[in-house]
């Protein structure tokens, strides 16, 4: 499953743009005046302006197997890296066969850098932001997660990720090259545990050659 492209929401356009252009290098494809869409390697990311507005996300980002610690030294000189544990903070999802990293962008969504070891995806050269793969989760928080996973699969096709977890609060859809982060309302984000909320998100995705949007309040 891939996913092609989020639009999220933020009360800052301006914010948005020095972070993402200015501090990661993301380029911009796209701009008006209430959203800029920027290119996330093979996807996009979108930001639309409500004034007032204060969302949490969660948004991870695929790097190449090779690149988690020069990806990790690269974002020390540009963004605060999140502790994961008291002594790391690099957190090793072991039954996923995958590392990841978090830190934070102007808005303070939490920002992770993962790899999946499984993918052997390798990348020659430094790290810069032609590194990042694509948008590989985003967090959608929701008050019956069993109930919208179970939608998601008969309604869309879309798999549940054959790793897991299935928890009654917290599930993951799809697979190691796209994933909806599913959990309940109120349950903490990793690394720092603050209460996942409902925020706009429309998600552009594709599976199976099939592509679908879904729009989630």
């Not at 290119?39 to 204060?54: D, I």
């Not at 999140?82 to 957190?91: K, R, T």
Request: charged share 20%; hydrophobic share 40%; with cysteine.
């Amino acid at each position: 499953m891939r996913l092609d492209e989020i639009e999220l929401i933020t009360g800052n356009l301006e914010r948005c743009r020095l972070f993402y252009a200015g501090t990661l290098g993301f380029e911009v494809v796209e701009v008006s005046e209430n959203s800029i869409c920027f290119s996330v390697g093979t996807s996009k990311l979108r930001f639309r302006q409500e004034l007032g507005t204060r969302p949490l996300y969660h948004l991870a980002f695929s790097i190449p197997n090779n690149m988690l610690e020069p990806a990790l030294a690269w974002l020390r000189e540009r963004s605060t890296v999140l502790p994961y544990s008291v002594d790391s903070v690099i957190a090793d999802f072991i039954g996923w066969n995958a590392k990841a990293f978090y830190f934070r962008d102007a808005d303070q969504n939490i920002l992770e850098c993962i790899t999946h070891f499984d993918g052997h995806s390798f990348r020659p050269g430094t790290f810069s932001a032609a590194c990042f793969s694509s948008i590989m989760e985003i967090g959608l928080a929701v008050e019956d997660v069993q109930e919208t996973c179970a939608g998601l699969n008969e309604r869309y096709g879309l798999p549940y990720f054959i790793k897991g977890p299935r928890l009654k609060d917290f599930s993951v859809m799809g697979d190691a090259e796209g994933m909806l982060i599913i959990t309940k309302k109120g349950r903490g984000w990793l690394p720092t545990q603050e209460a996942a909320e409902s925020f706009p998100t429309s998600i552009l995705l594709t599976h199976l050659g099939v592509g679908r949007r879904l729009e989630f309040a």
